[in-house]
């Protein structure tokens, strides 16, 4: 088996990883406030990073923490952590997945503005319409219309924000410190939002383990993230991530009984045709691979 194919597949087992913890969390949100949630998967998913990294980190680089970029980063993480969340408890899986696909696009669209970087006119229209194809899944103005849509894209946005910020974080932060410490500091704020969300609420062992495996599921995710782009070419392997909508959709229909209506599958179709376009014309123009930046190793997710 090549490196590219092994890379594919530990892409699609990280897909796989990140919707198992999203339906894991939108279950456990039926008997627990957001806050708690934020707080006890936070907490959990900080115990296993510093159990996996302890030998990386350095408290001496805490002091960089305070970085523009990385308060950026963070403010980022935790609004998209927040907003993603809340849109959970009233969107199905399938349905938010399907908007988030449009992050590539976001980030090279981002890319693009803040940072210079050259995206050509086919680039730039293949944005325009996977932008449309997402206002098709959203379908503002029309029947069908869920207000909870507008938190999902913005937490696209802030994910976007979270993403193109960590081309600034100093080279000398090491990955595991970021990850720990911003993971803890969203478990933080999950905390501080416990009382204006609802309270505390009893926590029963089910409930518990049910929030524990989806610790479990986020972190096993990021890890096969790293692993497939130590693998692979990005290039080859970056179609692969949107397996991750296939994932969401199958998970909805056995866990909840949630079938996509066809705006959302027209959308998604679109939002993903587009972002594969973006991807193509990268790889042959043989270009910095923007549009998965979020991919990398140097950007590793730590709230949604």
């Known amino acids: ?71 950026l980063r963070t403010i980022g993480e935790l609004t998209a952590t927040f907003f993603y969340l809340i849109s959970l408890i009233y969107l199905t899986v399938g349905f938010m997945t399907s908007i988030f696909q449009a992050l590539p696009l976001a980030v090279t669209a981002g890319a693009a503005l803040f940072f210079g970087e050259p995206v050509g006119w086919r680039r730039w229209l293949a944005v325009t319409v996977g932008f449309v194809g997402m206002l098709i899944i959203v379908r503002p103005g029309l029947e069908g219309f869920n207000v909870w849509s507008l938190a999902t894209l913005a937490s696209v946005f802030c994910s976007a924000l979270r993403d193109l910020s960590t081309r600034n974080v100093p080279k000398q932060l090491s990955t595991a410190v970021l990850s720990t410490v911003t993971a803890f500091l969203v478990a933080i704020a999950g905390f501080i939002a416990i009382e204006p969300l609802g309270g505390w609420q009893p926590v029963s062992a089910e409930v518990l383990a049910i929030v524990f495996a989806a610790a479990v599921f986020l972190i096993a995710g990021y890890h096969y993230l790293i692993v497939a782009m130590r693998e692979g070419e990005i290039s080859f392997m970056a179609p692969f991530r949107y397996t991750g909508l296939l994932w969401a959709t199958f998970l909805g229909f056995v866990v909840f009984g949630d079938i996509p209506d066809r705006y959302t599958i027209i959308g998604a179709a679109i939002v993903v045709g587009s972002g594969l376009y973006v991807i193509y014309r990268e790889r042959i123009t043989k270009r910095a691979m923007a549009v998965v930046k979020s991919t990398s190793t140097s950007v590793v997710p730590d709230g949604l």
């Open 1 to 71: 088996m090549s490196a590219n194919v092994r890379g594919a597949l530990f892409l699609c087992i990280a897909m796989a990883c990140f919707s198992i913890n999203d339906t894991l969390v939108k279950v456990a949100l039926g008997s627990l406030t957001l806050g708690q949630i934020i707080f006890l998967r936070g907490m959990m998913a900080t115990a296993m990073l510093v159990a996996v990294f302890h030998r990386s980190l350095r408290l001496e680089q805490l002091r960089l923490m305070r970085h523009p970029a990385v308060v």
